[in-house]
T-cell receptor, first 108, second 119 residues
Framework: DIQMTQSPSTLSASVGDRVTITCRAS??????LAWYQQKPGKAPKLLIY???TLETGVPSRFSGSGSGTEFILTINSLQPDDFATYYC??????????FGRGTKVEIK | EVQLVQSGTEVKKSGESLKLSCKGS????????IGWVRQMPGEGLEWMGI????????RYSPSFRGHVTISVDNSTSTAYLQWSSLEASDTAIYYC????????????WGQGTLGCVSS
């Protein structure tokens, strides 16, 4: 199984900050990496797939980069609605899919 | 409008069986993979497995293979997740989600079903 190491586990930030979350894979997943946002009591929401493709309707302040084993989610100018938990997910094959352990973005 | 609607909360005892459902609408159900994700109380997301409704091709995470069964009924556009013998550690929220293809992530999610298992 491919392991996904996500960091940090918790992040304190203020409205307007630029935030970065890192996800490292234990072996290459090429560009098959997605990012999700989850708020308490809600289902996760797809933000980015294939490393850097923004899902329809997701604000452009969200961006993704990376390839192989290291990936980054960047949120430019953090908004009040962005305080949530974020997960990375590799999906290199239909049989091999794993999530990172999540990053909680809290208000500073 | 694409929707995945899951069945309601279940309360069971260890050793009992359980079958959760996920009904798709607003798209061609048989031509999109449906995956299942577990979220234990206060924890992160765990991948359980996925099924392609058109031919019932099913792939399981090694962590869940042999403990759960994923199936589908194309006549009702419904996917299922079932256990033959529950354990208390199966208490969790279970989500179904659609995967549009090899390149995409999980783009539509069900609302989640809470399964509570007492020992």
């Amino acid at each position: 199984d491919i392991q996904m190491t996500q960091s940090p586990s918790t992040l304190s930030a203020s409205v307007g900050d630029r935030v970065t979350i890192t996800c490292r894979a234990s072996q290459t997943v090429s560009r098959w990496l997605a990012w999700y946002q989850q708020k308490p009591g809600k289902a996760p929401k797809l933000l980015i797939y294939e490393t850097s493709t923004l899902e329809t309707g997701v604000p452009s302040r969200f961006s993704g980069s990376g390839s192989g084993t290291e990936f980054i989610l960047t949120i430019n100018s953090l908004q009040p609605d962005d305080f949530a938990t974020y997960y990375c997910q590799q999906y290199s094959t239909y049989s091999s899919v794993t999530f990172g352990r999540g990053t909680k973005v809290e208000i500073k | 409008e694409v929707q995945l609607v899951q069945s309601g909360t279940e309360v069971k005892k260890s050793g009992e069986s359980l079958k959760l459902s996920c009904k798709g609408s607003g798209y061609s159900f048989s031509h999109y993979w449906i995956g299942w994700v577990r979220q234990m109380p206060g924890e992160g997301l765990e991948w359980m497995g996925i099924i392609y409704p058109d031919d019932s091709d099913t792939r399981y995470s090694p962590s869940f293979r042999g403990h759960v069964t994923i199936s589908v009924d194309n006549s009702t556009s419904t996917a299922y997740l079932q256990w033959s013998s529950l354990e208390a550690s199966d208490t969790a929220i279970y989500y179904c989600a659609r995967r549009p293809g090899a390149a995409g992530g999980l783009d539509y999610w069900g609302q989640g079903t809470l399964g509570c298992v007492s020992s």
